[in-house]
Nanobody, 123 residues
């Protein structure tokens, strides 16, 4: 299984970007899928996830601004990011794995990871 993230770029504060994550196999109907990010000098942090119950979960820092979605037919995960802030600057990773809901924000439960795509938000 491979995940390929794309869509990162440079945007001014208040702008929008949409990230995509294409999967090589049919994992989205079997696993929880998520976006994490890692800023320079910081640890990887949870951004958003969709569980196998199809509910979506968000970190407090992006709630109301970001939307996670998936297209099972296209094997593609999306992250729509609006009202971007300079503190959203990071490399964004998509991930998938057999994660239980209580651990959905923990990176350790995700088996498959994309290579990351850089998002830079200027002030």
């Amino acid at each position: 299984v491979q995940l390929q993230a794309s869509g990162g770029g440079f945007v001014q504060a208040g702008g929008s970007l949409r990230l995509s994550c294409a999967a090589s196999g049919r994992i989205f109907s079997r696993y929880a899928i998520a976006w994490f990010r890692q800023a320079p000098g910081k640890e990887r942090e949870f951004v958003a996830a969709t569980g196998r119950n199809l509910h979506s979960y968000y970190s407090d820092s992006v709630k109301g601004r970001f939307t996670i979605s998936r297209d099972i037919a296209k094997n593609t995960l999306y992250l729509e990011m609006n009202s971007l802030k300079p503190e959203d600057t990071a490399v964004y990773f998509c991930a998938a794995g057999p994660v239980i809901l209580s651990q959905i924000a923990a990176a350790t439960g995700y088996y498959y990871w994309g290579q990351g795509t850089l998002v830079t938000v200027s002030s």
